[in-house]
């Protein structure tokens, strides 16, 4: 479910000797692991390597089974907040009449409102090709119908006999 690395915790620390931090966050310096394990026994808390690549390594007296459960905790209070940005594609003609470029700019309205992106492409076959002003009108036109919503991400640019543009909302 969440990803929490794994660390050294008690007889898995092979090190002669590790810099102590005790459980109320004061440092009691450079000691020998033995010692350190010794330490966290009598506490009845872990020994938990928690900076492997100090030198000396850092490790932490600290109750193991609370920690990985905080750790999770706050990864799953990260990914709360977290926007997933979708990007939703609209394919155009070159010779699309106006009601149809209409309705795709309604549609394309109704995904800026959402929050997402939305790609357009015109696609170009055969002599088509050969007026690619067309495509650069109808995107200039579609754009000028969601002034209200979104705003170009990346200008219109050809990619083969694609004509791409991408709008993100405005509020962005």
Known sequence: MFIIKDLQINEQIRDKEV???????EQLGIVATKEAQRI?????????????????PVCKLIDYGKYKYELAKKEKESKKHQKIITIKEIRLRPRIE???LETKAKMAAKFLEKGDKVKVVVRFRGRELGHREHGLEIVEKF??????????ESKP???GNNLVAVLEPKNQ
């Open 157 to 159: 640019k050809f990619e």
């Open 98 to 100: 106006g009601h149809d």
């Open 19 to 25: 810099r102590l931090i005790s459980d109320t966050g």
């Open 143 to 152: 754009a000028e119908m969601l002034s209200d919503f979104g705003v170009y």
């Open 40 to 56: 966290a026994n009598e506490k009845n808390l872990d020994l938990v390597k928690v900076s492997p690549g100090a030198k000396p």
